[in-house]
C-alpha cells in the first residue's frame, strides 16, 4: 500500500494530537481547515452513548483562527 488510492479519495483536512487527563481519560486535540476556516477542536469520548446508534466520539470546537 502506496497511499496513492488514499490521497486521491481523501483531503487532508488538519491533525489531531492525543493525549491522557488528569483523570485518565484520554481525548484528542488539534485543528481542522474547512470552507477557508481554521478551527481548533477537541475530541472526547462520548459519555452519553447509551447504543450502538449513539457516536462513540464528540467533536468540539474551541475557537476560530486566522489562515496563515
Not at 474547512?34 to 475530541?43: A, D, E, L
Not at 472526547?44 to 464528540?58: S, T
Amino acid at each position: 500500500f502506496d497511499g496513492s488510492e488514499y490521497k486521491k479519495e481523501f483531503k487532508d483536512i488538519g491533525a489531531l494530537w492525543g493525549k491522557v487527563g488528569e483523570n485518565g481519560d484520554e481525548y484528542f486535540t488539534g485543528e481542522i481547515v474547512t470552507g477557508g476556516v481554521k478551527m481548533q477542536i477537541n475530541v472526547r469520548r462520548n459519555q452519553y452513548k447509551e447504543n450502538e446508534k449513539h457516536p462513540d466520539w464528540r467533536i468540539y470546537k474551541r475557537s476560530l483562527l486566522p489562515i496563515d
